[in-house]
């Protein structure tokens, strides 16, 4: 059969028993008994499924709210913890404070990703020549990964200055962002070494083809590909490190929960703890939600083939 007789015949099939062309506008599309059972059964289960969720969240919330307020310490928990007399006193110091704790976030943030790069890459070094590196770098991994964040705050806020070290600062927020920064950059190292491994040694076997060294291929090839694929675990790092930001007021350092602390301390009522945690939950769930849209707009994207 000849291309021509091909389409002649597919055309006498789409055309009408009279042989003319079928005018477009009667050729709707008209779906099946079957499947409007089909679709109107799934719509009805979908009412069905909300509606339960709806009724169950709202017995849930029922319940907790009466085994709650019905607890014999409730009256006196109220006036301890939500106190909105309190929280109106306490929200504008918090405030205050949560600036420092934004500041932390960003300067910690981009000293812990250059950092936990180079150690990463410092990890994956081939040769002989560069096994001390490896060596540290596998060290210093271990070591600040299983060392407590809060250990190790306290180990260089008031370690450091029993030195007494000339030029060596005194700084609490400085001593704690550093503290910060030893203990998430060997997470972060970990994050970006199981990115750079995850790239198929054909691409760096690839470039090297082309004409480029190992630094080029791992700068223009690997890396590029490895960032791209660690980006939601990363953006997860930096939300624990929102959090944990607070930390730097056992130091001293007036950040959110150290405002807090003192007017908490001032009155005996903790309700500016419970402002301060808001506040910072406040900050997480955004992070969070554009975390899950990042990670969801990959994983379609790399379905499409649109990602390496």
């Given at each position: 059969?000849?291309?021509?007789?091909g389409v002649?015949?597919?055309?006498?099939?789409?055309?009408?028993?009279?042989?003319?062309?079928?005018?477009?506008?009667?050729?709707?599309?008209?779906?099946?008994?079957?499947?409007?059972?089909?679709?109107?059964?799934?719509?009805?289960?979908t009412?069905?499924?909300t509606?339960?969720?709806a009724?169950?969240?709202l017995?849930t919330?029922a319940?907790?709210?009466?085994?709650?307020?019905?607890?014999?310490?409730?009256?006196?928990t109220?006036?301890?913890f939500?106190?909105?007399?309190?929280?109106?006193?306490?929200?504008?110091?918090?405030?205050?404070?949560?600036?420092?704790n934004?500041?932390?976030?960003?300067?910690?943030?981009?000293?812990v990703?250059?950092?936990?790069?180079?150690?990463?890459?410092?990890r994956?070094?081939?040769?002989?020549?560069?096994?001390?590196l490896?060596?540290?770098?596998?060290?210093?991994?271990?070591?600040?990964?299983?060392?407590?964040?809060?250990?190790?705050?306290?180990?260089?806020?008031?370690?450091?200055?029993?030195?007494r070290?000339?030029?060596?600062?005194?700084?609490?927020?400085?001593?704690?962002?550093?503290?910060?920064?030893?203990?998430?950059?060997?997470?972060?190292?970990?994050?970006?070494?199981?990115?750079?491994?995850?790239?198929?040694?054909?691409?760096?076997?690839?470039?090297?083809?082309?004409?480029?060294?190992?630094?080029q291929?791992?700068?223009?090839?690997?890396?590029?590909?490895?960032?791209?694929?660690?980006?939601?675990?990363?953006?997860n790092?930096?939300v624990s490190?929102?959090?944990?930001?607070?930390?730097?007021?056992?130091?001293?350092?007036v950040?959110?929960?150290?405002?807090?602390?003192i007017?908490?301390?001032?009155?005996?009522?903790?309700?500016?703890y419970v402002?301060?945690?808001?506040?910072?939950?406040?900050?997480?769930?955004?992070?969070?939600?554009?975390?899950?849209?990042?990670?969801a707009?990959?994983?379609?994207?790399?379905?499409?083939?649109?990602?390496?």
């Amino acid at each position: 059969m000849t291309y021509g007789e091909g389409v002649s015949k597919l055309r006498t099939a789409r055309d009408g028993a009279d042989g003319g062309p079928v005018d477009r506008a009667d050729d709707g599309y008209v779906p099946s008994k079957r499947r409007i059972e089909r679709e109107r059964f799934r719509r009805a289960r979908t009412r069905r499924a909300t509606t339960v969720a709806a009724l169950s969240t709202l017995v849930t919330a029922a319940v907790l709210y009466l085994v709650i307020t019905r607890s014999p310490g409730w009256p006196r928990t109220r006036e301890t913890f939500f106190s909105a007399e309190y929280a109106a006193k306490a929200l504008p110091k918090v405030l205050e404070g949560l600036l420092l704790n934004l500041r932390l976030l960003v300067v910690c943030g981009a000293a812990v990703l250059v950092l936990g790069l180079l150690l990463a890459v410092a990890r994956t070094l081939r040769g002989p020549v560069f096994f001390p590196l490896r060596a540290l770098a596998a060290a210093y991994t271990d070591f600040f990964r299983g060392l407590p964040l809060i250990i190790c705050l306290l180990m260089v806020v008031f370690g450091v200055p029993a030195l007494r070290l000339q030029g060596v600062t005194t700084d609490p927020v400085l001593l704690g962002g550093s503290a910060l920064v030893l203990t998430y950059s060997a997470y972060v190292a970990e994050v970006f070494r199981a990115g750079i491994e995850s790239v198929h040694p054909s691409q760096r076997a690839a470039a090297r083809s082309l004409g480029l060294s190992s630094g080029q291929a791992l700068r223009f090839v690997v890396l590029p590909q490895a960032v791209r694929r660690v980006v939601p675990p990363l953006l997860n790092d930096l939300v624990s490190l929102q959090k944990d930001t607070g930390l730097v007021s056992i130091a001293g350092a007036v950040d959110a929960v150290y405002a807090a602390q003192i007017i908490a301390g001032r009155d005996f009522n903790f309700t500016p703890y419970v402002v301060a945690g808001l506040v910072f939950v406040a900050l997480t769930i955004p992070m969070t939600r554009g975390t899950d849209w990042i990670t969801a707009r990959m994983d379609r994207r790399r379905a499409q083939g649109g990602l390496v």
